[in-house]
């Protein structure tokens, strides 16, 4: 996803959050007992347990399985009362800033057609008319807009100026590698027909004509976002509060933020400086520019009691398949003229990822084509000969894999950072830009494995949910909420639960070199735990996709429940964080 779409956004409406979630704790150490405990082992398979004690600092201090003795005096006690406990989950891709504006911008992901999205747009201009731009995110061609072929089409910027009363509006596609834009942003941004294709971007045009349709791609998005209104900190700031929330109340403890701008930055720490900041999150820069802003010489270390660090930086290579940006070795198959956008060469993709190499940056690289995904690995395997030791490259997404490619993956310790609910979402999408015959390499999280990549799952929120049970059930099954395809989407890539378990915990911490803190309920690793209504290990994937997360606890501390939450997904007061009696919890 590009992680201009909250560049793109600003606040026109909302609450600002900058108040600490909760008050702080007194030191004191914590037992949870009597719970179905279930964490990975970190060999490959699970653990079961009953209790665990939390120390005073915020890590798991011991684990007590059946019949080990408890100790007699601990100054909390939280009673589980039967109910499962998993370790916190770990998103290792999303875009935390894009999320909370997304909470507080027009949100057409639910409509299921032109005239749907239509019609909510013009309700939304209806009901802020002082906005100076109408903006927003979320709309997906694919799953509208069919012409008489049966092929999606983009719509204009004519279908926008019909409801948009002569305000400019920029709307961000669900995957954030366009945007719709109506007549006026056009203007507004001086895009013609005399407009030339950035590099790396392209300008829809007319049909038998150069007038720009309306739909910018990838880097041709920049020519409307360098005319938007100016995001200002308190937006920012009540952005990350919104997104805070969502995570949350979605039981994600940690999320890899992948670009983060320095004006974010600036955001997490405000929020940290005030004890506001409860998700942990690891930053991957936009660019050279941001990453020599955020962590100058070096990556960051842990700040805030492990709360925030910056590990590296990340490119794009290509764009997304709904765009038809991702970059393929081969025309698509539903338009012969493309083969997707690359957003640079080889050549520089190679020469930025050694700059940031040379100085120990972590580098990840946004690829979703099989021509994009050949060419990182080709750069990786080039640098490797150069930079040695525990480099742990990434490729964000590698979602179609020539087949032939998949066994490089085991190479030079790359890690696959991939999103299940994309295959859901995407896999008709998919069959109809591919062909039946390129479909091998699509999405293929066992096969990668296979090869000895280390998965690491997210959500790319905001253009999925942040919502890590569903992608659970996903990767279990291989189908969607409907229960379809039958049998699975190329159901030989369906993985065990725990290889899906562990790409949300200790596979996704492995990515962020957080594997000696995070990801497990063990000694010695931050108390970051869930207590769900489900037990994934056991529970029917239907009943998987559906958990309900019940609390949200990080680094020893409540941080989220859904008996105090009253549907707002997110506790919006302070309140001291040690447990309550409602909730189980008696001092001693």
């Known amino acids: 996803m590009k992680h201009s779409i909250a560049a793109a956004t600003m606040l026109l409406a909302g609450t600002a959050l ?43 201090v011991q684990v007590f399985h059946r019949g080990d003795k408890r100790p007699k005096k601990v100054d909390y006690q939280v009673d589980g009362k039967g109910r499962v406990v998993v370790p916190g989950m770990i998103d290792a891709h999303g875009h935390v800033m894009a999320t909370g504006f ?8 639910a409509a299921r057609s032109l005239d ?28 509208w807009n069919k012409d008489a072929s049966g092929a999606d089409r983009m719509p204009t910027a004519a279908e926008l100026d019909q409801v948009t009363g002569g305000k400019p509006a920029w709307l961000i596609r669900v995957d954030g590698h366009a945007g719709w834009a109506n007549s006026a942003a056009l203007s507004a941004a001086g895009v013609s027909a005399a407009s030339a294709d950035p590099a790396g971007g392209q300008i829809l045009r007319m049909a038998g004509s150069k007038a720009p349709a309306g739909v910018l791609v990838d880097a041709a998005t920049a020519l409307i976002e360098a005319k938007l209104p100016h995001t200002r900190p308190d937006d920012r700031d009540s952005a990350l509060g919104e997104a805070q929330l969502t995570l949350l109340a979605a039981g994600v403890t940690t999320i890899a933020d992948m670009g983060t701008t ?31 802003l955020i ?14 660090k910056m590990n590296g930086v990340k490119f794009y290579l290509d764009g997304a398949l709904g765009s038809r940006g991702a970059w393929l070795k081969a025309p698509y198959a539903d338009d012969a003229k493309a083969k997707g956008l690359a957003r640079m060469s080889q050549t520089q993709l190679g020469n930025l990822m050694s700059r940031a190499a040379i100085d120990n940056f972590q580098v990840a690289v946004h690829a979703i084509g099989d021509e994009a995904n050949a060419t990182v690995l080709d750069s990786i395997e080039e640098l490797s000969a150069t930079y040695k030791g525990d480099r742990r490259w990434r490729i964000e997404h590698a979602q179609i894999v020539d087949p032939a490619d998949i066994p490089r993956f085991g190479r030079n310790g790359v890690i696959a950072s991939m999103q299940p609910q994309h295959e859901a979402s995407d896999r008709t999408m998919a069959e109809a830009r591919l062909g039946p015959a390129r479909l091998a390499g699509a999405y293929a999280w066992k096969s990668i494995s296979a090869a000895g990549a280390t998965l690491a799952f997210g959500s790319d929120t905001p253009v999925e949910p942040a919502h890590p049970f569903e992608g659970l059930a996903v990767a279990i099954t291989r189908t969607g909420a409907d229960g379809q395809p039958a049998g699975g989407w190329q159901p030989q890539e369906v993985l065990s639960r725990e290889a899906a378990l562990a790409a949300y915990t200790t596979g996704a ?34 009943q998987v996709r559906t958990t309900r997360v019940l609390e949200t606890w990080i680094g020893g501390k409540l941080a989220w429940s859904a008996a105090q939450d009253g549907g707002k997904a997110g506790v ?17």
Do not use: C
Request: glycine residues 10%; proline residues 7%.
């Open 116 to 143: 749907e999205a239509l019609s909510r747009i013009a309700a939304w201009v209806a009901a802020h008319p002082e906005a100076p731009w109408v903006l927003g995110t979320g709309w997906n061609q694919a799953d």
């Open 509 to 542: 911490a492995y990515s962020l070199f957080a594997e000696d803190r995070l990801g497990r309920i063990a000694k010695g690793y931050r108390a970051d735990f869930l207590f769900v209504d489900n037990d994934p290990m056991t529970a029917a994937p239907e």
């Open 295 to 308: 962590g100058g010489p070096r990556p960051t270390q842990w700040l805030y009691e492990d709360r925030l």
């Open 18 to 60: 900058t108040a600490p979630l909760f008050a702080s704790p007194a030191h004191a150490d914590i037992l949870v007992d009597n719970v179905e405990g279930v964490t990975p082992d970190g060999k490959g398979g699970v653990d079961h347990f009953e209790g665990f004690l939390i120390g005073p600092d915020g890590h798991v």
């Open 262 to 292: 320095i004006e974010d930055w600036q955001a997490f720490r405000r929020a940290a400086d005030k004890g506001a900041l409860r998700v942990r999150i690891v930053s991957y820069a936009a660019g050279i520019d941001n990453m020599s």
């Open 572 to 588: 919006r007061r302070e309140r001291d964080p040690r447990p309550e009696p409602a909730s189980g919890a008696q001092g001693r």
């Open 102 to 109: 997304a909470k507080m911008t027009l949100d057409l992901s």
